[in-house]
């Protein structure tokens, strides 16, 4: 497990292109450092199936792959996620906020990926969604308090685009 957490995202095909679910970058690095064809196909697995895919996202069939999964997704929101957010939006040219720009619903997977939508836009898009979507116990009571800072921040946000504060 520890292994699929430190190496979940060296095949995000946000920050290395490829393809979606891809974990060749992974599998190359653990065959370098001789670990068994077995618990390669285990931690495969497990980067394989823990990213949000719009409406295609999966949930992971082993406790392993769900934990690696919820802290993935606690580590996307809160307020090193909205930092994390808009240094990524910027990094790629994009608007923080158009406000008659609504966001996307219900996105399948190929919508997702090509979405090139506002910063603003991505915590309605995604991050808002996973506090519905962690699967421990823990990750459940460990999201209630990010998601109500990613919300106020909205909130503020918002306000202060509209010159109401």
Not at 53 to 68: A, C, D, H, S
Not at 94 to 108: F, G, L, T, V, Y
């Amino acid at each position: 497990m520890q292994l699929a957490a430190l190496l979940h995202d060296v095949d995000d095909y946000k920050l290395f292109g490829g393809n979606i679910g891809a974990s060749s970058n992974a599998e190359a690095f653990l065959r370098s450092n001789k670990i068994a064809d077995v618990k390669i196909k285990d931690i495969c697995d497990i980067i394989q199936s823990i990213s949000f895919k719009g409406t295609g996202t999966q949930i992971p069939r082993t406790l392993e792959g769900k934990i690696v999964q919820d802290a993935d997704r606690l580590d996307a929101i809160g307020a090193i996620g909205i930092a994390r957010t808009f240094a990524y939006g910027g990094s790629k040219n994009r608007s923080m906020h158009i406000p008659n720009e609504e966001p996307r619903k219900d996105m399948n997977v190929e919508e997702y990926t090509k979405s090139k939508g506002t910063t603003i836009n991505h915590f309605y898009e995604k991050l808002l969604k996973l506090k519905a979507l962690m699967n421990t116990e823990t990750a459940k009571i460990l999201a209630e308090s990010r998601h109500k800072y990613m919300e106020n921040f909205l909130n503020e946000f918002l306000n202060e685009w509209e010159g109401l504060i």
